[in-house]
């Protein structure tokens, strides 16, 4: 280590940077930053790693292909496409996968890597979701990451499009016609957007320099920003011994973090790579060039847009006698393409950025947060989280209904009528499995503080009676399972209380109800002193201690 | 940014068993329990037996090798597996393999390796670092308050209301030609959605050929799908393509619901039906030929061809247009006239909805 | 050539030499033209045992003169294709009441098939099975790329661009038909089985029907040039993948990563 820096090559060469960009105060600053160590923390890397290979594989595409919608015949090496009428990028999509050597290999770590970015984007936010990790300071961070994945969904609908194959056209004209919907302005909408009449022959290199240039822009920058904060704030950690608000442990970037994230980079870059060896994707020469004439049976979007595809099918054009769409003075309201199209992703995503400020609202919380929720302490946000996916899932599936139809030999109108029951009734069961599985957990947290691990071994006392020892957790075990903090209901205000007062009152409540307390040391004491068996009669010596309920504010009932 | 030094090693003994840390803000320590501190630092092998340390140095260096070794098999598989004589998919399969398994073995093993010797051998003492206010102290923001309202003050831009509101509004209306410079992304919608290339006397011809049908060809449950003759020589052929699709069926004309106001626009049992969904566009082209339904692929909105295309499923609310058509004095068929309502989807200006 | 040359004089060579030359020429024949079509060439005795076949396994569905009953359609006029495809492919006979008929094994040899056919076939005027030209697959690939092309046009909405197969309304389905010969694609577009339609020679001709089936036969032998092609599915399938194995694998590389060395 001190040969490197008192060689004189080197110091001269780390002297010339230091007195142009300060380097010496940037390696003091983030050389020996701490971050702390979970596998979950890995999602977001996944999603900032299959972004590059992104760009690296991208760049490489655009060598090659040409974003035009001229027609030509097809003159190359698939020989079932030879002498048919396509479009130019179609033919220099072909070309790159069947005339250049690891061309189609690299179509294929684009297009891996790309759903392995939307998927790891998904995961990420559910991590940071179900763990808390939105609320203060991070709030304007999750905006930030909700944005991204915005920007990640349009990324790859803009680039699912660019060969100009049958599947992806289909799609295309599935977006004209819903931004046709769209009241008043659709139809100009649809008419600037395509350049005219669906398809026309501009929306291909509209989309491509969407796709390449201003879109990964905005990601870029939106991540930036994105991990400017992370390190301003420095990373969230799970509550641990030795772990608290005020700390961060875990390893300095140099050289445990840098040589853990930067081998994780390769790794995420070769799975993607070895997926790409062996598996087809987007196989564009069976779907043939775009015409909007035939279609093939199975036409679905790739699976981060399944869900608006879903929606779509799941709602119906009548409602028994009554239509979905109407005309009012002439002028036609879609509500079957708006509703499903536009609304619902709409309310979803509303609903995702305004989160952080509508638990801080209802919980009152508003102190700076740097330890990470057990999913299972905070059950009523982990049920909604599991509902929205849920929520989520069914729309995605109805995506799926003539897939599943076929190879599960069931009809598709069933499928569909027991899917449009489950869009309704999916999320609320989902929430309700969801935090009863929580209240358990945290049940069994709490019997496991207070009378230790069951050892197996049964134990006869002097009386005749038997109970089975268990053996006391030790102080940092317990600590996991009582670190965390009782809540507190929202009260009504004093005095006149407003309408949005009690409203915010009783979702307080619906937020906290059927919370459970962490053990406190006095229950341990009492468990403790009652005999050295009273685990045989575990239970009975907690006075139901916090699963009181109903919100009446002061659970503290110890 | 200002972080004071992390803490070594000895540091994080100090921290054990610490129980400072642990009072969150606001609550009574009698009521929770303390935060132990970091347990004991657990050493492992590799720490402690020098020999497992040399084993673990070995295998981090075979793992960089392996991946040398996939770089080698990606140009052997380059030059070697030329794709330009052989055509085959064969061979365009084992190209992709080998330059694939190749190179993703290559890139796989430099982070195993990695990850492998920062887990083995670098130092993996757990450390801290305390965190920070994020919010500046009170003498911090009331300083950049007063920053910022000096500022404000010395420009005036208060004071000299004419000043700044001449500002506001030069850059109110300055956006409006970015906007305005969109208009040409396209033309206007006018009527032509209301419009196909049929109209009296054009022929129906097969897609994608353009060949003629005649009468007598669409036996009973038979499909043809159609395109207007001369749609090729059109300005925009895709586009009309888009609007004038026409799926060409012959059914018992007894099975055919009756609709006087249809009178005439079947021959002979032969009916022909836009394609375009009306819901989003997909083309509406499966047809079961017993239960004479049409299905569409895309969102499964169901028509029935004996109540003129009415929807029975799925989210589509209106019928197919049909399409009126009748024989020339050479036996093929001809359209009598355009849809009578506009084909595809719906749009905001569409009008009535039938 | 000394021995056979020695024997010619023999009394009986010349008869010998006539067998022979009558066999060559005889096979030669019955190879190189293209059979007629079994319903044309059926004898009465075809038709007979047809009839038996008929009366033993179908007539209980179709009616004892193939007249039809509520249970089954009528046979009069589907022609000897309808016979071929549905008892070729083991759809017939049905073996129970469901939305659509399965294939299954087949319950006939080619002789009886051909028979039933025959029967079939001396009711009514009806698409006959097609000539034996029309029963291969061809390599050509102009014609492959048409068959592609015409594919795509007339069956894909249905049976999916590779053939791999879709779904119909209330429990029907449109079959796979990766692995289904040249002469059952040609049957199924000649006589419009169950919900599939019509596709008569005047709308896709005899060769047509060929390069269909031959496009076909090209799009599932010849292998996927991209690696294993999780069914042919598109990108649900290419969704569960990323997420069964892509999102899997690297959760877990981060856990082993996350993980305390021993």
């Excluded at chain 2, 090693?9 to 132990?36: C, I, K, Q, W, Y």
Aim: glycine share 10%; proline share 7%; net charge negative.
């Amino acid at each position: 280590m001190s040969s490197i820096l008192t060689d004189k090559r080197t110091a001269t060469l780390a002297g010339y940077v230091d007195d142009r960009v300060g380097a010496s105060k940037i390696v003091k600053t983030f050389a020996r930053k701490i971050f702390p160590d979970h596998w979950s923390f890995m999602l977001g890397e996944v999603c900032l790693y299959t972004f590059v290979v992104l760009l690296i594989s991208g760049t490489f595409l655009t060598f090659w292909y040409t974003p035009s919608m001229a027609l030509t015949t097809y003159e190359g090496s698939y020989p079932a496409l030879v002498g048919q009428t396509v479009s130019e990028a179609y033919a220099t999509t072909l070309h790159i996968s069947f005339d250049i050597r690891g061309g189609l290999l690299i179509r294929q770590i684009h297009h891996w890597a790309a759903l392995l970015f939307v998927a790891a984007i998904l995961a990420h936010m559910a991590r940071i979701f179900v763990t808390g990790a939105f609320r203060k300071p991070r709030e304007l961070n999750w905006v930030v990451g909700c944005v991204l994945a915005i920007l990640a969904l349009a990324a790859g609908f803009t680039g699912y499009s660019l060969p100009d194959d049958l599947l992806s056209g289909n799609g295309l004209r599935i977006i004209s016609g819903v931004i046709q919907a769209i009241p008043v302005v659709g139809t100009y909408m649809a008419f600037f957007i395509f350049g005219g009449e669906f398809p026309g022959e501009v929306i291909i290199p509209r989309l491509f320099i969407m796709h390449v240039m201003l879109i990964p822009a905005a990601l870029l920058a939106m991540i930036g920003i994105h991990l400017g904060m992370l390190v301003m704030h420095k990373h969230m950690q799970f509550p641990g011994p030795g772990r608290t608000n005020n700390n961060v442990v875990g390893y300095p970037v140099l050289p445990v973090y840098a040589a853990k994230a930067g081998g994780f980079f390769f790794i995420v870059f070769g799975v993607v790579v070895l997926m790409a060896a062996t598996v087809t994707i987007n196989p564009i020469w069976n779907y043939g060039p775009y015409d909007p004439s035939p279609i093939g049976a199975g036409t679905q979007p790739d699976w981060y847009i399944l869900f608006v595809d879903g929606a779509l099918r799941l709602m119906p054009g009548w409602l028994g006698p009554v239509p979905t769409e109407f005309s009012t003075f002439g002028y036609v309201w879609s509500l079957n393409i708006l509703l499903p199209g536009a609304v619902v992703p709409g309310i979803m995503i509303m609903g995702l950025f305004a989160y952080p400020w509508i638990e801080q609202w209802l919980t009152g919380d508003t102190r700076e947060h740097h330890l990470l929720d057990r999913p299972r302490n905070k059950p009523t946000r982990t049920g909604l989280g599991v509902a929205a996916l849920v929520f989520y899932v069914v729309m995605a599936l109805a995506a799926t209904n003539d897939l599943v139809a076929t190879h599960f030999h069931i009809s598709i109108n069933d499928m569909t009528y027991v899917l449009r029951t489950l869009f309704f009734v999916g999320p609320p069961i989902a929430f309700w499995v969801t935090k009863r599985i929580c209240l358990g957990l945290q049940r069994r947290d709490r019997e496991l503080a207070l009378h230790g691990r069951e050892s197996g071994r049964i134990v006869r006392t002097a009386d005749g009676e038997y109970f089975e020892v268990h053996e006391p957790l030790d102080v940092y075990e317990r600590w996991n399972l009582v670190q965390h903090e009782d809540e507190v209901v929202v009260p009504l205000p004093q005095g006149r209380a407003t309408t949005l007062d009690k409203l915010r009152a009783r979702l307080s409540a619906f937020f906290f109800e059927d919370r459970i307390a962490p053990v406190t040391p006095a229950e341990l004491e009492a468990a403790h002193a009652h005999g050295g068996h009273g685990e045989v009669e575990s239970g009975h010596d907690v006075p139901a201690v916090g699963a009181t309920g109903h919100g009446t504010g002061s659970s503290h009932g110890h | 940014m200002k972080d004071s030094p992390t803490t070594g090693h000895a540091a994080v003994h100090s921290h054990g068993g610490g129980t400072d840390l642990a009072a969150p803000e606001g609550t009574d320590l009698e009521n929770r329990f303390a935060n132990p501190g970091l347990p004991a630092h657990r050493f492992r092998v590799t720490d402690t037996d020098p020999k497992a340390a040399r084993s673990a140095e070995r295998q981090v260096s075979t793992i960089f090798l392996l991946s040398a070794v996939g770089t080698v098999v990606f140009l052997v598989g380059y030059f070697a597996l030329p794709i330009e004589e052989d055509k085959s998919f064969e061979r365009l399969l084992l190209s992709t393999l080998v330059l694939g398994l190749g190179l993703g073995f290559a890139i796989f093993c430099i982070g195993i390796g990695l990850v492998h010797w920062a887990k083995t051998l670098m130092p993996d003492h757990e450390q801290i670092e305390l965190r920070h206010d994020i919010a500046g102290t009170e003498d911090d923001r009331r300083d950049a308050a007063n920053i910022i309202l000096d500022g404000v003050e010395e420009s005036g831009v208060m004071r000299r209301t004419v000043i700044r509101n001449s500002l506001i509004g030069a850059l109110g209306i300055l956006p409006i030609p970015a906007v305005v410079l969109f208009r040409d992304l396209g033309p206007l919608p006018g009527e032509v959605l209301r419009h196909s290339l049929w109209e009296n006397g054009v022929r129906l011809t097969r897609d994608p050929d353009g060949t003629p049908i005649r009468a007598a060809d669409v036996t009973y449950g038979s499909v043809f799908h159609v395109i207007p003759d001369g749609m090729e020589d059109s300005a925009h052929p895709i586009e009309e393509k888009a609007k004038a699709a026409v799926l060409l069926i012959r059914i018992q004309p007894e099975k055919v619901q009756a609709a006087p106001e249809r009178d005439g626009w079947d021959y002979d049992g032969i009916y022909a039906y836009s394609k375009i969904c009306t819901h989003v566009g997909c083309p509406v082209a499966l047809y079961e030929q017993q239960t004479h339904h049409l299905l569409c692929p895309c969102h499964q909105s169901t028509f029935d061809l004996t109540q003129h295309c009415k929807v029975i499923f799925g989210p589509a609310k209106r019928p197919l247009p049909q399409l009126p058509i009748t024989v020339d004095n050479e036996g093929y068929l001809v359209a009598q006239r355009d849809f009578p309502y506009p084909p595809g989807p719906s749009y905001w200006e569409r009008g009535e909805s039938e | 050539m000394k021995a056979l040359a020695a024997r010619r004089r023999h009394p009986l060579g010349g008869v010998v030499v006539m067998l022979l030359a009558l066999l060559v020429v005889g096979g030669a024949y019955s190879v190189l033209t293209p059979a007629p079509a079994s319903a044309a060439a059926a004898t009465d005795d075809d038709i007979q045992a047809g009839k038996e076949l008929f009366l033993a396994n179908c007539a209980n569905c179709h009616g004892l003169q193939a007249q039809g009953t509520d249970a089954g359609p009528t046979l009069i006029g589907v022609g000897s294709a309808s016979v071929d495809f549905q008892v070729g492919t083991g759809r017939m006979p049905l073996s129970a009441n469901q939305p659509q008929a399965h294939d299954k094994p087949v319950q006939f040899s080619d002789e009886q098939i051909a028979q039933m056919g025959a029967f079939v076939a001396s009711l009514g005027p009806g698409p006959a099975v097609p000539p034996a030209e029309f029963q291969e697959f061809t390599d050509d690939p102009e014609r492959i790329s048409k068959g592609n092309e015409l594919f795509r046009t007339n069956c894909a909405m249905c049976h999916n661009v590779v053939g791999a197969g879709g779904a119909l309304t209330r429990g029907k389905w449109a079959p796979n038909l990766q692995d289904v010969s040249a002469k059952h694609i040609y049957e199924a577009m000649l006589t419009g089985p169950q919900s599939m339609p019509v596709f008569n020679d005047a709308n896709i001709t005899p060769e047509e029907k060929q390069d269909i089936a031959s496009y076909l036969h090209f799009a599932g032998t010849e292998p996927s040039p991209g690696g294993l092609t999780l069914g042919g599915l598109g990108p649900v399938s290419e969704g569960l993948f990323a997420w069964a194995a892509g999102i899997l694998a690297l959760v877990g590389c981060a856990v082993w990563l996350g993980a305390k060395a021993s």
